[in-house]
């Protein structure tokens, strides 16, 4: 049995950079089309430049039988002034700006604490329909982690949302039934789902043995969540898409005594989610999800070719190399029940 859809695109990605871009780059490229790439480097990506300099990174690493086209994205700061958002709209490849709560998660140490200083600059975002994309956690210390993303909602995205209505937002990596509500409850939003949130819940990371490559941010939850997930990616509904968050750490730097946050899957994604979709009886609804309704919503066209499926037993590989080491790839020397063409 195969399956054949208009290729993909990946509404959220970590591609690093330097050394790690010759893995990355073509393990993406590999199934989809377009990404959206993630501005968390050290330092930050903060300006139209530095954004427009590491896609010309991205791109040279490239294999030249291969085609991808980078969507970048800025990192919101206080430096990010409402100058630099009208130039980043003017600039075809720059397609959001990145919300990090401070501390919440990888490289998010120069993240925003508040948004009380950055009224101005999200109201011209909203101005020029550049969309926000969001880590919906508050990082406040006496929170729960696993609570982090419900308050979130609460506390920050619900009181921006009404204050600047116009605003366009993803709220990204969703893990919550508090966040599919949330967004259906905001027609106007989207979100982006993982392949790690549709295929885990906590117990997979926590019991019986600690699974260090099963831990991300924001981290799984409890089954109820991961259901509400499933229904709202399998729904049909375009305001849940495709979106990674393959970010790959350095084998070492996950098993660790204090372990980076973060799942590989750019290389096998497409099987994974496959493998959701059949799982709940709605493969055929797994086209709009991958491949229609991020285009939608980013106001961009779909994809003119496409990429086949097969369904057959196969053993997704252990790792990657990464630079000077390697990265374990989600399900590493487990087998999944569909794999590329
Ligand atoms: C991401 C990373 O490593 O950059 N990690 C993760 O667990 N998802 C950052 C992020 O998207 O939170
Ligand atoms: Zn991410």
């Given at each position: 049995m195969q399956l054949t859809i208009t290729r993909p695109d990946d509404w959220h990605l970590h591609l690093r950079d330097d050394a790690a871009l010759s893995t990355t780059v073509p393990d993406t490229a590999r199934t989809f089309y377009r990404a959206i790439v993630m501005p968390n480097l050290k330092p930050p990506v903060q300006t139209v430049d530095a954004a427009i300099a590491y896609r010309s990174r991205i791109l040279a690493a490239l294999p030249e039988t291969m085609t991808f086209d980078p969507l970048m994205t800025l990192y919101l700061t206080s430096d990010v002034t409402p100058e630099i958002i009208r130039e980043a709209a003017d600039t075809p490849c720059i397609h959001g700006v990145k919300l990090y709560p401070?501390?919440?998660?990888?490289?998010?140490?120069?993240?925003?604490?508040?948004l009380d200083g950055m009224m101005e600059t999200l109201e011209t975002m909203a101005e020029v329909g550049l969309p926000l994309l969001v880590h919906g956690e508050v990082t406040d210390r006496d929170i729960d982690i696993f609570d982090r993303e419900a308050i979130f909602l609460e506390r920050t995205l619900g009181p921006l949302m009404q204050n600047i209505p116009a605003l366009r937002v993803v709220l990204e990596h969703i893990t919550t039934k508090d966040s599919v509500e949330f967004v259906k409850a905001h027609p106007e939003m989207a979100a982006t789902i993982t392949a790690h949130h549709l295929l885990y819940e906590r117990n997979d990371m926590l019991a019986g043995g600690i699974r260090p490559h099963l831990y991300c941010l924001p981290i799984l939850k409890r089954s109820l969540h991961r259901d509400a997930l499933i229904a709202a990616a399998t729904s049909g509904s375009p305001q849940f898409f495709l979106g990674t968050d393959s970010a790959p750490h350095a084998v070492g730097d996950k098993e660790s005594d204090c372990g980076c946050a973060g799942c590989y899957t750019a290389p096998h994604a497409l099987a994974l989610y496959a493998e959701v979709f059949e799982q709940a009886g709605h493969l055929d609804r797994l086209e709009g999800f991958a491949s229609h309704f991020g285009p939608a919503f980013y106001r961009l066209p779909v994809n003119t070719t496409e990429v086949t499926l097969i369904r057959e037993p196969t053993e997704v590989p252990m790792a990657r190399p990464f630079g000077e080491t390697e990265v374990r790839l989600l399900k590493g020397g487990e087998i999944v029940n569909w794999r590329l063409a």
């Open positions: 401070q501390g919440a998660t990888t490289n998010s140490e120069a993240g925003v604490a508040s």
